[in-house]
């Protein structure tokens, strides 16, 4: 019999200024929740200000981490060490591996829509941790979207739904990553392996996870318990939410700033390499643009 996920804990965003002066909602890496293994931070930002998001996230660095990027609308320009460059817009994902190490930089453009999206990082193990760095960037065309019968909307960034397999592919964690819609009065069912981390980050309305939970408002993070099933439903109006899973490492993890190791030497070696202008070893980028 499958056991199906209930809420385990509720986060509620905490207020943060990052990068030079970006204004955002922190739901993991805060005083309450350091990490939930394989997660190591979610942001959603958005604001229809300029002022909270314009100064952006200047050239920085990063190792031993992947980003995730997933964009609901306005844009976002990137570019790093190695050259890459280019803007992600509405609907857009970028799925960075740092790996050994890359300074890059991201800057929100200015209207005429609101700036809206999100930022996850994911942990490597420690034999990727100093892989090579690549990108996988994704139009919003090229993710694929279900639409039920009964009007629920799935967007396949990672996993699968209904033998639809997401656009982010090749990812060690064996990542899930929907972006689910649901009408009044649905129910979502998605199978998530039993063992693998589970997380609902409920954006627009209400949803309740589990036989008679209660419902999720926005802007909240279920942590969901183990189980075999993640069961989402909505009330008399709309919800909206991104389902997140993940495989746990099991890894001791050390962290300062924007570099995750496993010991506190990997992390000294990291800074002491940044200090010497060696941080970056690699003269090219492994890039996978399946959606350009």
């Not at 190695?82 to 890059?104: C, E, F, K, Y």
């Not at 930022?119 to 065309?141: E, F, I, T």
């Not at 993710?143 to 039920?148: D, F, G, N």
């Amino acid at each position: 019999m499958a056991i199906e996920r209930t809420v385990s804990e509720l986060v509620d965003p905490t207020p943060v200024s990052e990068g030079a002066g970006v204004r955002l909602r922190r739901s993991i890496a805060t005083r309450r929740l350091d990490y939930v293994d394989p997660f190591l931070l979610f942001d959603h930002f958005g604001s229809d200000d300029p002022a909270d998001y314009l100064a952006g996230f200047p050239m920085h660095p990063h190792r031993g981490i992947e980003t995730v990027t997933y964009m609901l609308d306005g844009s976002v320009a990137h570019r790093d060490s190695l050259r890459n460059q280019g803007l992600i817009g509405p609907g857009d994902v970028q799925w960075m591996t740092a790996g050994s190490g890359i300074l890059h930089e991201e800057m929100p453009k200015a209207g005429p829509r609101r700036l809206d999206g999100f930022q996850v990082w994911v942990n490597l193990p420690r034999k990727l941790k100093m892989s090579r760095p690549r990108y996988q960037d994704v139009a919003a065309a090229k993710i694929p979207e279900l639409v039920r019968p009964d009007g629920i909307v799935v967007r396949v960034v990672a996993g699968e739904v209904d033998g639809v397999r997401g656009a982010v592919r090749e990812i060690y964690a064996d990542p899930e990553y929907l972006d689910v819609s649901l009408p009044p009065l649905r129910t979502f069912e998605q199978p998530v392996p039993r063992g693998h981390t589970a997380l609902a980050y409920v954006f627009r309305g209400e949803v309740a996870f589990g036989e008679g939970g209660a419902p999720v408002r926005a802007t909240r993070l279920a942590l969901l318990s183990d189980g075999d099933v993640v069961r989402a439903r909505t009330g008399e109006a709309p919800g909206r939410f991104l389902l997140l899973s993940g495989r746990p490492l099991g890894e001791p993890v050390a962290r300062y700033g924007p570099f995750v190791m496993n010991t506190a030497e990997e992390i000294q070696e990291a800074l002491r390499e940044l200090r010497a202008g060696t941080f970056i070893r690699e003269a090219g980028i492994v890039t996978s643009s399946p959606g350009r």
